[in-house]
């Protein structure tokens, strides 16, 4: 009835005696640009940044250790308590003395941020007998740390909800 086709030349569907023949090529062809648009779409989205703190650290010694960011919302334990009173923490690693933190869903108000560089990953920021910190520290606003730690109100920026990009620099 049917004369012998190669099935790996010509694709072939039937269709209530209707037969309708699709060379390879182009149903490769059609694939490939199925899976290429398909792959696209997700770059395409992750490219876009969702609204959020997006904080860039800049000046990190070496890759030992990870990094903290700690989100305030208040002026309690800010900044040497990070881990019992920060709102937000974010603990990531450096990749080739690079590091950045994303704080996403975070709702607008007034906060303050410490990043610290903990290098042996003790979960503090380390200092010597007379207090100084023997690891890296920074502060959003660039609050400079003189002879004490800055205020929360030295520190504090108004965050409206969309999306902010921080660069905090660290001091050693």
Not at 21 to 32: D, E, F, K, S
Not at 38 to 63: E, M, Y
Not at 114 to 141: C, R, T
């Amino acid at each position: 009835m049917y004369e012998s086709i190669k099935r790996n030349s010509v694709l072939f569907f039937t269709f209530q005696n209707i037969r309708i023949t699709i060379p390879m090529g182009v149903c490769c062809l059609a694939l490939l640009a199925a899976l290429v648009f398909a792959n696209l779409l997700p770059t395409a989205s992750a490219q876009s940044t969702c609204p959020g703190l997006h904080v860039k650290i800049l000046n990190i010694r070496n890759s030992t250790g990870n990094v903290a960011c700690a989100l305030f919302e208040s002026p309690d334990g800010f900044p040497r308590e990070y881990l019992h009173f920060a709102t937000n923490i974010i603990v990531t690693k450096i990749r080739d003395t690079q590091a950045s933190c994303h704080f996403l869903g975070i709702p607008p108000g007034t906060y303050a941020l410490v990043v610290v560089h903990d290098e042996n990953m003790d979960g503090k920021l380390d200092s010597n007998w007379l207090g100084a910190p023997k690891e890296g520290y920074g502060f959003s606003n660039e609050a400079k740390a003189r002879f004490s730690a800055p205020s929360f109100s030295d520190a504090s920026f108004v965050y409206d909800g969309r999306n902010l990009e921080l660069t905090i620099s660290l001091h050693y």
